[in-house]
């Protein structure tokens, strides 16, 4: 909201400050002009910049870009100090070479409190070489990216016993399922030998994970746009280096699923098939992992046992089973109450059955042609059967709110804590 005035634009005012003034003075003994009612929004507006501001703190690290045509990169920096209306941080940097910045640059930056994002423009006041640093004013408008509880990201890992069970192909259209109801989500390629959902969805993806983590790109620069409306993020190399992080680059793979927590209702993670350490710190940290198997004997022992190793290590997980390549309906169904009941009989835990996807040609056909089955047969048997999946996911995240066992802990810090302990 913009007021006019004799001095021009007087302030960028927030919806809540005006509110708060309006009923400031509608409820003051005393009628309060039109003047008096601006003067109380400015003081208001500038009491709740005050108070985000003091939420920046010595060490938290600032992500910069420039509108300069010769740096076009995102540099980091740290916070020195902040006074009332300065700021001092350290010069930035870029692959560990510092930026030489000029004073009168403007910066735009982008802070993390822990809380929220704060992001604003300022300009370098004052250039101290030996000492590394800048000043800067901090200004009188921000915006924020705070999460807000509306919007409750929920992080999906997809595992299977073994190869072949049509793993990637099942994370491609569930997650285009999930798109074509109205949410919004990231595909993960955590596959660390196999990685192909950009080959299958025929995208390109020129960066990966493993530039985020080391300073090259934002995560939202990595993030590529597929069919059907998802988001795809290649892993790359990166999964094997989240166990030996250094701090700067803990910092930046932490805001980087930050952003996706904030921005996404849906992270969902293709692993490796197996029980490797990075797989089992994925399904570990996630809200929920689904179990893709087959109606093949040997798929229905491996899915046991890897449901079995699962629980002896943490029963807090929440398991999903979905049977997939099935001949018939009667075919899947026997074989989910089959496994779901020997997991709750000899392991005591309740799985949820989940559903089941037939067997069909036109998935093989729809994998030659990189068109997921969803978008390129979408009246067929395959592909309703994905759309009862995703619907009925949504249908019980309404029912439930959502009410993920992590919630209070952000996903990125479960996962490093598990793959640094390991």
């Not at 423009?121 to 705070?146: A, D, G, M, W």
Request: net charge positive; with cysteine.
């Amino acid at each position: 909201m913009i007021f006019f005035g004799k001095l021009g634009i007087y302030n960028v005012i927030s919806p809540k400050a005006y509110l708060s003034a309006w009923y400031t003075c509608n409820n003051s003994k005393t009628r309060l002009s039109w003047h008096a009612l601006v003067i109380v929004i400015i003081r208001n507006h500038l009491a709740v910049i005050e108070l985000s501001f003091k939420k920046i703190k010595p060490g938290q690290e600032i992500l910069i870009t420039t509108n300069s045509a010769f740096y076009k990169n995102v540099y980091e920096s740290r916070v020195i100090s902040v006074d009332k209306d300065m700021l001092c941080i350290s010069i930035p940097y870029y692959k560990g070479l510092f930026v030489p910045l000029n004073v009168g640059f403007v910066l735009n930056l982008r802070i993390n409190t822990g809380d929220e994002i704060l992001c604003f423009t300022s300009e370098i006041l004052y250039r101290n070489v030996s000492e590394r640093c800048f000043f800067l004013r901090l200004p009188l408008h921000y915006k924020t990216q705070e999460k807000t509880s509306n919007r409750k990201c929920k992080f999906v890992t997809v595992t299977s016993s073994k190869g072949g069970v049509g793993k990637s192909t099942f994370v491609i259209n569930y997650a285009i399922a999930l798109s074509r109801l109205g949410k919004k989500v990231a595909l993960f390629d955590a596959d660390l030998g196999m990685a192909n959902i950009d080959v299958l969805l025929k995208c390109n993806t020129s960066y990966n994970i493993v530039d985020v983590i080391d300073g090259r790109k934002n995560i939202n620069e990595v993030i590529s746009p597929a069919p059907g409306g998802i988001n795809i993020i290649a892993g790359g190399s990166g999964m094997q280096r989240l166990s030996n992080l250094t701090s700067v680059e803990y910092s930046r793979i932490t805001n980087g699923f930050n952003f996706l927590e904030s921005n996404y209702d849906y992270v969902i993670f293709d692993t490796s098939a197996g029980l490797s350490k990075n797989v089992t710190s994925f399904i570990y940290s996630s809200d929920e992992t689904i179990v893709l198997t087959t109606p093949e004997p040997h798929a229905i022992t491996d899915a046991y046992s890897i449901i079995k190793v699962i629980l002896e290590n943490n029963r807090e997980v929440a398991l999903k089973l979905v049977v997939n390549k099935c001949e018939t309906p009667a075919e899947g169904a026997e074989v989910l109450n089959r496994i779901t009941n020997v997991v709750k009989n000899f392991l005591n835990y309740s799985m949820e059955p989940f559903g089941t996807i037939p067997e069909s040609k036109l998935v093989s056909r729809s994998i030659k042609k990189r068109n997921p089955y969803i978008l390129a047969y979408p009246s067929s048997k395959v592909a309703h059967s994905i759309e009862d999946l995703a619907e009925k996911e949504v249908q019980s995240v309404l029912k439930e709110g959502n009410s993920a066992s992590h919630s209070n802990n952000p996903f990125i810090n479960r996962l490093l804590k598990l793959l640094q302990n390991a």
